[in-house]
Nanobody, 117 residues
Framework: QVQLVESGGGLVQAGGSLRLSCAAS????????MAWFRQAPGKEREFVAE????????HYADSAKGRFTVFGDNAKDTVYLQMNSLKPGDTAVYYC??????????WGQGAQVTVSS
């Protein structure tokens, strides 16, 4: 099993920046990819960005391209989401997600990000 713990959420004004962190523990040697999703009130959970552990390939949702950057530190089993130029529409609970060999998937508990106008 893998456990994911997010941190770094909070309240920020439009145009500001936040960095989310997701620390993985447990059977981290089996990790293949880590990702961020978000869920706004009344909306479905949506993909934001992902990074592959082997090689560091990344993918982004159109809404994140050019503003968000996902990067990882394999030595710390941690993935980050740097969010710049935040908009009120980015307000959501942000969830960390990972996949492992097996395969298996895991979710973190979520971190609230609120962007005020």
């Amino acid at each position: 099993q893998v456990q994911l713990v997010e941190s770094g959420g909070g309240l920020v004004q439009a145009g500001g920046s936040l960095r989310l962190s997701c620390a993985a523990s447990g059977r981290t040697s089996r990790l293949t990819a880590m990702a961020w999703f978000r869920q706004a009130p009344g909306k479905e959970r949506e993909f934001v960005a992902e990074i592959y552990r082997n090689g560091g390939m990344t993918h982004y949702a159109d809404s994140a391209k050019g503003r968000f950057t996902v990067f990882g530190d394999n030595a710390k089993d941690t993935v980050y989401l740097q969010m710049n130029s935040l908009k009120p529409g980015d307000t959501a609970v942000y969830y960390c997600y990972c996949e492992t060999f097996g395969p298996a998937t895991y979710w973190g508990q979520g971190a609230q990000v609120t962007v005020s106008s």
